[in-house]
T-cell receptor
Framework: DAGVIQSPRHEVTEMGQEVTLRCKPI?????LFWYRQTMMRGLELLIY????????DSGMPEDRFSAKMPNASFSTLKIQPSEPRDSAVYFC???FGLGPSYEQYFGPGTRLTVT | AQTVTQSQPEMSVQEAETVTLSCTYD???????LFWYKQPPSRQMILVIR??????QNATENRFSVNFQKAAKSFSLKISDSQLGDAAMYFC???????????????FGKGTHLIIQP
């Protein structure tokens, strides 16, 4: 398996522009998580899905952020409009269930820079 | 809310020596899971070791082992025979019992930067 795939790996955009980050989870996994990593706040859970349905979006910082999962093999995280403080590394992770052998597999991350 | 604290921003160890990274957490749950993740400069998050709270035996994975003290809410990682490839950021993470309605993601500590001196 190719693992969790994220695109793009790097994104540089200007303040006010729309940014879309993409994620393809590992085939067969039914949970998908979006995390954000910054120096100040570390790694934070933004939102997660189970069977394509959003379960908990309490970590989404504000209405400028939205996430969708139209099918089991694709998810997007959109920021509109983007701001410099959104600069961070965004990780997508997937897992099969939440049982005792639970493990989240992380993608390589997208480094977002908003100027 | 659960919190995870890593009090050592940076640790340095000589190659082949043993190093211990500290982690404490706060939770009111009795059943939960703890993890150590490694993040090398490539920024890929790699699971190093996991511990189920209901298991009294400390988890071990080759050169990596944990000291899980449930009463003290402490979960330290010991790396034996340190190798240059162990140099990375190490994150301690917590996940509570399955709730079905949220809070099922990982809560991370701020990380410890491990330096291996040749």
């Amino acid at each position: 398996d190719a693992g969790v795939i994220q695109s793009p790996r790097h994104e540089v955009t200007e303040m006010g522009q729309e940014v879309t980050l993409r994620c393809k989870p590992i085939s067969g996994h039914d949970y998908l998580f979006w995390y954000r990593q910054t120096m100040m706040r570390g790694l934070e859970l933004l939102i997660y899905f189970n069977n394509n349905v959003p379960i908990d979006d309490s970590g989404m910082p504000e209405d400028r952020f939205s996430a969708k999962m139209p099918n089991a093999s694709f998810s997007t995280l959109k920021i509109q409009p983007s701001e410099p403080r959104d600069s961070a590394v965004y990780f997508c992770a997937s897992s099969f269930g939440l049982g005792p052998s639970y493990e989240q597999y992380f993608g390589p991350g997208t480094r977002l820079t908003v100027t | 809310a659960q919190t995870v604290t890593q009090s050592q921003p940076e640790m340095s160890v000589q190659e082949a020596e043993t190093v211990t990274l500290s982690c404490t957490y706060d939770t009111s749950e009795s059943d939960y899971y703890l993890f150590w993740y490694k993040q090398p400069p490539s920024r890929q998050m790699i699971l190093v070791i996991r511990q189920e709270a209901y298991k009294q035996q400390n988890a071990t994975e080759n050169r990596f082992s944990v000291n899980f003290q449930k009463a003290a809410k402490s979960f330290s990682l010991k790396i034996s025979d340190s190798q240059l490839g162990d140099a990375a950021m190490y994150f301690c993470a917590y996940r509570g019992p399955y709730s079905g309605g949220g809070a099922d993601g990982l809560t991370f500590g701020k990380g410890t930067h491990l330096i291996i001196q040749p």
